[in-house]
């Protein structure tokens, strides 16, 4: 019995290691940061599949893309590229903002 | 629909598995009552916190309750300032220093902690997003902790379920200097369900305890078990925090604390590339 939390705990740690999902193709969109705004502000992309975002800092400070409702972050530095992956989407419409710069002004991902 | 049926079979089977499986609690931090996300602080940011909370009804006599030292948990006022960095897009680095103040004491220096945090593969990757901490607790004052020198590492598991995020913490914590050294690991947990409902407001339950040692644990009654129903969240300027009571669920736990931690976060430059 005293092992049982132990075990509990390991169980959890290898259910998300063995159930890693299969690889697949998934849409990559690009966004772009450049003259404090990002580029396009809405991002379009299919509902109810996986997607990537590139987003590109073409800017000389660094951005945190932020979008509060698909609960993710990224900090990307001046000049750099990173890639975020995102689950399948219900359709509707998603905020996105850079956190360190409270001015830039807000975009959109739809899902459709 | 489905993603709340399945939320809650996960977030009712994990505090109440806890709770049943195990018993306290060594490896309950009470200079800090905070669960851990999988995404760690982003990479060049500073992320300054204060972790407070106080003991409104607790116990008289040492070693009961929170109390691991010689001093009684009753009115305890613990504050903890931490400093975190993010040294990488997956790892952060963190030094703490932990202050007390007794009943009708001083506040005064408790001991330090440092640590390194990470997340494992990108977010979302995993049907659960997975993450680990190792901790080294040095404790200075042996009224508020007897243990000189403790290790701690932890599993951090996430898994959102619409809005809501359901975060683990399983804590396995080892005394490297102190009395106890020669005793085994302990066990203890720090659980959190919250609703993302607004950016500044976020409602949740918070679950934290532990069963003392994994190959002996303590018994029942002597464990601590608490549930801290808590609202959180980010404010402008990178401002965020977390409040809310605690309520002890066994006669070894305290009965009432409370718990208000202020963290601000600001970008301060990276010194690694991306990773």
Redesign the interface.
Known sequence: MKYLIVVFNLMLLAAGGLAMAAPGEDTVVELRFENRRFTPQTLNVPANRPFKIKIVNASKEAIEFESFKLNREKVVGPGETATISLPALTPGSYDFYDDFHQDVPEGAIIAK | MKHYSRLAVFALAIPV??FL??RPSAALDPFEFEVYPY?TV????VELESLNSVVANGHRNAEVGTSKGTLPSQSMWRTAFELSY?LT?RIEAAAYVNLAKPRGGDLQYAGSKFRLRGSLF?????????GWYIELDYHRVPEFDDQKLELELK?I?QK?FGDF?VM?N?IFEKILVGSEEKKGWE?GYAHGIYY?WM?SLMPGIEFYGG?GM????DPSKEQQHYIFPVIKGEL???IEYSVGPGFGLTRGSDRVLVKFNLGLEK?F??IF??S
């Open positions: 598995a806890s499986l195990s995404r982003g990479r060049g940011v993010g897009d990108d977010q979302g990757q995993l049907p659960v997003d997975l599993p598991i959102d995020s683990l399983p066990f993302r950016r069963i994994i190959k002996k644990p402008s300027h990178g970008f430059g990276a590339g991306p």
